[in-house]
């Protein structure tokens, strides 16, 4: 929606447009709701796509162990996926120099930060772009830990397919 009213230094209350109508309404009923805990409400017909693409993602991530769930944070800073390149790679590699893990001392970063984007270059009728090759091999440099059980914390997570959800959310905003 679009932002009428802004007032600076100001609470969202202050602010009006049809942004904050929207983003109320899907807050009311995502209240009433006992399925959905996130709903996006746009007025378009692909929100009930997006919301079930949503949910799916949410009922996914909620049955993660806590170690699947950093292991999701890490594919995420490793690959992020954006709709648009808004990723400062030089802090956010500088923000990973400040992460602790054990059996690593000095840690050095070889990672070249491709964004992962919704603007798919080839023509495509599935989404595979979720699951990167070698993510488990630098995951596993990271944490000290077999290549194998970061691939199988993967696997079992869901992860490829939690990231795979995203884009398509992504995609189907896009088209908003």
Same mark, same amino acid.
């Given at each position: $929606? &679009?932002?009428?009213?802004?007032?600076?230094? /100001?609470?969202?209350?202050?602010?009006? $447009? &049809?942004?904050?109508?929207?983003?109320?309404?899907?807050?009311?009923?995502?209240k009433k709701s006992l399925e959905y805990s996130t709903l996006f409400y746009s007025k378009n017909k692909n929100d009930i796509i997006i919301n079930s693409l949503i949910n799916a993602a949410t009922l996914l991530a909620f049955k993660q162990s806590e170690y699947q769930n950093k292991l999701m944070? +890490?594919?995420?800073?490793?690959?992020?996926?954006?709709?648009?390149?808004?990723?400062?790679?030089?802090?956010?590699?500088?923000?990973?120099?400040?992460?602790?893990?054990?059996?690593?001392?000095?840690?050095?970063?070889?990672?070249?930060?491709?964004?992962?984007? &919704?603007? +798919?270059?080839?023509?495509?009728?599935?989404?595979?772009?979720?699951?990167?090759? $070698?993510?488990?091999?630098?995951?596993?440099?990271?944490?000290?830990?077999?290549?194998?059980?970061?691939?199988?914390?993967?696997?079992? $997570?869901?992860?490829? /397919?939690?990231?795979?959800? &995203?884009?398509?959310?992504?995609?189907?905003?896009?088209?908003?």
């Open positions: $929606g &679009t932002w009428d009213i802004r007032v600076e230094n /100001e609470s969202s209350t202050a602010q009006d $447009g &049809t942004v904050y109508h929207n983003a109320r309404k899907a807050i009311d009923e995502a944070l +890490l594919a995420e800073i490793l690959y992020p996926i954006a709709s648009e390149d808004i990723i400062d790679y030089k802090n956010l590699k500088e923000i990973l120099k400040f992460v602790q893990f054990e059996k690593k001392e000095n840690l050095t970063l070889d990672i070249d930060y491709p964004v992962i984007s &919704t603007q +798919l270059e080839k023509e495509s009728f599935y989404i595979t772009e979720g699951k990167k090759r $070698g993510l488990s091999t630098q995951i596993s440099k990271l944490l000290g830990v077999s290549r194998q059980s970061v691939e199988k914390s993967i696997k079992i $997570g869901d992860i490829y /397919e939690l990231r795979n959800l &995203t884009i398509a959310v992504l995609k189907a905003m896009d088209n908003i």
